[in-house]
């Protein structure tokens, strides 16, 4: 059993910033990536960002720039770091892990960037 332990979220004005952490535990066998995705109210789940376990990382196009994901492997923690946000970044964001043996996700972090 692989548990995924998500904090940092909140409300934020226009502009401002926030830090999103993941932390993964358990059963973890060979962690391949780990990553963020978001889901907007009465929208599907996107992705966002994810880092591999060599250190490759990508960001979607709407967040590139603004956003940074980083990793503490000896923790198997994950970051995001938001910047400039915008109204639009309203979501709950979730982390995911992804290892030799399946994906999993975390209970999701409520943003919300007030206009």
């Known amino acids: 059993q692989v548990q995924l332990v998500e904090s940092g979220g909140g409300l934020v004005q226009t502009g401002g910033s926030l830090r999103l952490s993941c932390a993964a535990s358990?059963?973890?066998?060979?962690?391949?990536?780990m990553g963020w995705f978001r889901q907007a109210p009465g929208k599907e789940r996107l992705w966002v960002a994810h880092?591999?376990?060599?250190?490759?990382?990508a960001y979607a196009d709407a967040v590139k720039g603004r956003f940074t994901i980083s990793r503490d492997g000896a923790k198997n923690t994950v970051y995001l770091q938001l910047s400039s946000l915008k109204p639009e970044d309203t979501a709950v964001y979730y982390c995911?892990?992804?290892?030799?043996?399946?994906?999993?996700w975390g209970q999701g972090s409520q943003v919300t960037v007030s206009s």
């Open positions: 880092i591999t376990s060599d250190g490759r990382i």
């Open positions: 358990g059963s973890i066998v060979s962690i391949n990536a």
């Open positions: 995911k892990l992804q290892d030799r043996i399946g994906n999993y």
